[in-house]
């Protein structure tokens, strides 16, 4: 199991690795920040002046060599809009996207779970279909769109929470309801489909075939084989969370994490600023990947050793 | 301890000698007349097993025998009022001592009680997260509805009838800790757990090796004369149906083809597919003959020919085999043919 | 399995006159007519049956068929025409007039003729993404599977990376680079969903290689090339054409992402996405410019998912029966 976590905490490492260094290659090769800074008709001087500020007159490798090492000792640049460290705006901005990302996952669980048993125990009757059509709604709809339609709904009209900020716990509720649905709808899908496959594993229709009833074969037996696909699936939506719904949702809620940083600073042509937002987002999904694999690991013995 | 048998039973030799429907109504435990069960595909409704009529008795071991695909597990499944998504019910009655299985509350009360069903491939049919234990205390105090102390003594009981040494210790076994002889010994008794009167046994000795094979048989065997249950044994293999078996019915794509006492169909087998089935059956007795496989493909199940389903593999083929399905008629009192080329003597 | 029994889930098989096709089947096939004719009667018995399907096909038609003929569709206003004295009317039933159906939009433009025209933007950029996706994807995916060896290593591993790094957030840079436009959006989306194509085109090539292997060194005449272009491409077309529909309504949905976050298509054209963009700083007492819009978005994405889900169906269906009718213990 040690040498096992190990392995899969290098390789982890290695994808952060080429990630980041994706992402100076982004930055550095195809667009060059002192330019992108300014306006557009800055004169020469100034983007000249600008470029010998931020050190980019030096050699590549050796502003590499120094991304690198600022990354690994935490430092993430200098941010040309607020003028102070990137890493100080990004630890300032992370709990709430993290909390955020709690809330959704919380949200998403709480309806997947019962959708996806109910619909795989009532396989291709009328609740499967009626859960079908739930997911489907809901993986179509923009979920920025559904983050609008909440706040005309519950907050405008009804007036029940705040409509957009980080204002007490209620505030919570509503962004991680637009994220969450979409993500359930999937979810649901996908738990459904691995009772159903489960279900049709020898040992649950040996189950079956000695009196025990479909749902208590799904929640006694087949549910907790199929307990690491559910970690799996779960992962993939936090990802998925991770790189998409949080700038979107953030920006419908002026919510202040990770996301709505990564947006300000386009808007801001802080070059630096994003590439320390994405860089950030990236690791947080490269994290979750190395969790999903470590929680399947715990939860069920048979899953391989890789 | 065991369960009593509802009617006088009958000496073995009468219950060997009857075969099909003629056989005395009143000791008739399982009745199955017409059932049709059918899968949705894209080419059409495939019929799983197709207008099938069998039945069995108290105390008598049945052999269904027939290839891959035949519908044999269907079968089984279907006597238990089971069948797996996308197929379904589409006629015909599965009766077990007269109640109705294809009532799911029914059913769900015989299941596991009265007619237990093991199944091919130990390896994957015990749930593989659960002990040895966890899963027979489960059915005992859930299907057998004892309680205390009693459950693990039943526990223990039931693994000692199957052959297990050591049962105690045991019971704390994975299922992947145990060899595949094993695995088949606990299945047996999960599914003797409940005093079953009727144990379906789907392919029950594949994927063993041959030695297991003749002890897992062995097993059963011994089992169901001590227990009195009755046995209706689902296999491709007319070896295990003639060390196991007092009758045999043989299935091709989803029918009875041939149904007679087992001494009758080795001597002289009816049916084109059931002499065919037996020359490709190695034997000890008569080693000069050669072996002979059967000639042609294994069925597309979602394209049968109009006629008799066997007709394109069939040598003896005639006219009328192409045009429509032959029915299973009485050629002699203990022998039903499906077969145009097998009339009935003038009676 | 393989190709020559008729199952195989493809859209134009050349599969009866085979010269591949074991002679034994014949037998067995009743009423064989052409592959092609057979397999598309199949498709049309198979989506008359499923509800979600022929709604999938008709909710897709309709937006193909708007985002087409969209500017002739008469009795429809300008979707360009501004209107101060307009703004922000309500729909017809809120106290609305039928000038403007729909209502109309923070410049008085009519909000339905804008709707119209928006379609046309969301399914030209979807069908740019997807259609460069599955270009690039496919042939990295058909070197990786025909080669092998190192070129399968490289191609596999950069897709596994690919999968790790988030392609919208490398988006977010390129938008910062170059400056908003659909053009980053549709490189964006097509970056982030190559691998998808690559990956399925790959497994395929690859399992064919090795079953096609055993069955040319049985015959002669045929080389291998030949029966990759004529067994290959079937099989590829009909997974091709699923993975296109799937990854068509993530990409419309990505589209509008984008364009609500300013990023993608920019004002005087429309785009649904964009359309939230302003219609969001009126939801307290302008609901309809954001409500349609996005109904807009979701009709359009869920008919395409709805076509998917029933194209995916038909296509699982061959490998279901197997299941079904091969495993005794199920």
Redesign the interface.
């Known amino acids: 199991m040690l040498r096992w976590l190990i392995r899969r905490v290098i390789a982890a490492a290695l994808v952060v690795f080429v990630v980041t260094s994706l992402v100076f290659v982004l930055t550095h090769v195809f667009t060059d920040p002192a330019a992108v800074s300014l306006p557009l008709e800055a004169s020469e001087e100034l983007r000249e002046a600008r470029r010998e500020q931020l050190g980019l007159k030096r050699p590549l490798i050796e502003q590499y060599g120094e991304f690198a090492f600022g990354l690994v000792t935490g430092d993430l640049g200098e941010s040309f809009w607020q003028q102070r460290p990137a890493s100080e705006i990004v630890r300032e901005r992370l709990p709430a996207t993290l909390k955020l990302v709690g809330g959704s996952v919380v949200v998403t669980v709480i309806l997947a779970v019962p959708l996806g048993m109910l619909a795989a125990w009532r396989e291709r009757k009328f609740p499967d279909h009626a859960v079908l059509g739930f997911s489907m709604a809901f993986i179509s709809a923009p979920p920025f769109w559904i983050g609008y339609l909440l706040i005309i709904v519950f907050a405008v009209q009804l007036d029940w929470v705040p409509t957009f900020g980080s204002r007490g716990w209620t505030s919570i509720i509503l962004p991680s309801v637009a994220v969450g649905l979409a993500s359930a709808g999937r979810l649901a899908q996908m738990i459904r489909r691995a009772i159903v496959e489960e279900l049709r594993q020898p040992y649950a229709v040996t189950a079956q075939s000695r009196g025990f009833s479909r749902s208590y074969t799904i929640t006694h037996h087949v549910f907790r084989n199929v307990a690491s696909n559910f970690v799996t699936f779960t992962g993939w939506e936090m990802t998925r969370m991770f790189t998409g719904y949080t700038v979107v949702i953030e920006v419908v809620f002026s919510w202040p994490g990770v996301g709505l940083m990564a947006f300000n600073a386009i808007e801001q042509k802080d070059l630096i600023l994003l590439q320390a937002g994405v860089v950030v987002l990236a690791g947080l999904v490269v994290f979750t990947n190395l969790a999903i694999d470590v929680l399947r690991r715990t939860i069920d013995p048979r899953v391989e050793l890789r | 301890m065991t369960a009593a048998a509802p009617a006088p039973t009958p000496a073995p030799e009468t219950v060997a000698a009857s075969a099909g429907p003629a056989d005395d109504a009143s000791n008739r435990l399982l009745e199955i007349a017409d059932l049709t069960v059918g899968?949705p595909?894209?080419?059409g409704t495939?019929h799983?097993v197709d207008r099938l009529t069998l039945n069995v008795g108290s105390h008598e071991r049945l052999g269904v025998v027939g290839e891959?695909?035949s519908g044999?597990?269907v079968m089984g499944?279907a006597i238990?009022g089971?069948v797996?998504?996308?197929?379904r019910f589409m006629g015909g009655s599965v009766r077990w001592k007269g109640q109705n299985m294809l009532d799911p509350a029914v059913a769900?009360?015989?299941?596991?009680?009265e007619v237990?069903?093991i199944?091919?491939?130990p390896m994957?049919?015990?749930?593989?997260?659960?002990t040895v234990g966890a899963q027979l205390r489960?059915?005992l105090r859930?299907?057998a509805g004892l309680r205390g102390r009693a459950v693990r003594a039943r526990c223990i009981e039931l693994l000692d009838m199957v052959g297990i040494a050591n049962p105690a210790e045991r019971l704390r076994a994975y299922a992947f800790e145990l060899s595949g002889g094993m695995r088949q010994r606990v299945?047996i008794a999960?599914?003797l757990?409940c005093n079953p009167e009727l144990l379906i046994a789907?392919?029950p000795t594949?994927g063993l090796d041959v030695t297991i094979q003749d002890q897992v048989l062995t097993l059963l065997h011994d089992l169901s004369t001590e227990l009195g249950v009755s046995v209706l044994m689902i296999t491709h293999d007319l070896g295990v149906v003639a060390q196991f078996c007092d009758r045999v019915q043989v299935m091709y794509a989803g029918r009875i083809v041939e149904r007679a006492p087992i001494a009758d169909v080795f001597a002289e087998p009816q049916h084109p597919y059931s002499l065919g089935l037996l020359r490709s059956v190695p034997r000890v007795d008569r080693d000069d003959e050669e072996l002979e496989g059967i000639p042609?493909?294994p069925?597309?199940?979602?394209?049968l020919?109009?006629g008799c389903a066997f007709e394109?593999r069939c040598p003896e083929s005639g006219d009328r085999c192409g045009q429509a399905p032959p029915d299973l008629a009485k050629i002699t009192d203990r022998r039903w043919v499906a077969c145009f080329n097998r009339s009935a003597p003038p009676s | 399995m393989s190709p020559p029994t008729g199952k195989t889930p493809a859209v134009n098989p050349p599969t009866v006159t085979d010269p591949a096709a074991p002679a034994t089947h014949s037998g067995l096939d009743p009423g064989a007519d052409s592959g092609e004719a057979r397999t598309l009667a199949d498709l049309r018995r198979h989506l008359l049956k499923s509800k979600a399907g022929m709604a999938g096909v008709a909710i897709t038609g309709l937006f193909a068929l708007t985002a087409i003929v969209g500017p002739w569709i008469p009795f429809i206003a300008d979707p360009a025409q501004q209107s101060l004295p307009d703004r922000l009317k309500p729909p017809v039933g809120w106290g609305g007039t039928w000038a403007h159906p729909l209502g109309t939009d923070q410049l008085g433009r009519d909000l339905l003729a804008r709707l119209i025209d928006g379609a046309r933007i969301s399914l030209l950029v979807g069908l740019a993404a997807v259609g460069l996706a599955a270009l690039i994807g496919t042939l990295l995916g058909l070197v990786a599977g025909y080669f092998g060896g190192w070129a399968d290593t490289v191609i596999s591993s950069v897709a596994d990376v690919q999968m790790a790094f988030p392609g919208v957030l490398a988006g977010l840079i390129f938008v910062l680079a170059f400056g908003p436009s659909v053009w980053i959006v549709i490189a964006v989306i097509a970056m982030s969903g190559w691998m998808v194509f690559t990956r399925v085109t790959r497994s395929l090539v690859f399992t064919l290689r090795t079953s096609l292997f055993v069955e040319a060194s049985e015959m002669s005449g045929a080389g291998s090339p030949r029966i990759m272009r004529r067994h290959l491409l079937p099989n590829l077309v009909s997974s091709l054409i699923t993975l296109i529909v799937l990854e068509l309504a993530a990409a419309i949905l990505s589209e509008s992402a984008f364009s609500f976050l300013g990023f993608g298509v920019q004002p005087p054209q429309s785009s649904w996405g964009l359309m939230i963009e302003q219609g969001r700083d009126y939801i307290t007492h302008a609901w309809w410019v954001v409500t349609f819009a996005g109904m807009a978005i979701a009709v359009a994405v869920l008919g395409v998912n709805l076509l998917s889900l029933w194209l995916q169906s038909f296509n699982d269906v061959a490998e279901r029966e197997q299941i079904i009718l091969d495993r005794p213990g199920m």
Do not use: I, W, Y
């Open positions: 899968f595909t894209r080419d495939v799983g891959s695909g044999k597990s499944l238990l089971m797996l998504p996308p197929g769900e009360r015989v299941r596991g009680r237990a069903m199944f091919q491939d994957v049919s015990l749930n593989p997260l659960k489960e059915l859930r299907r299945m999960t599914a757990a789907d392919e594949t042609g493909e069925l597309d199940r979602a394209r020919p109009s394109p």
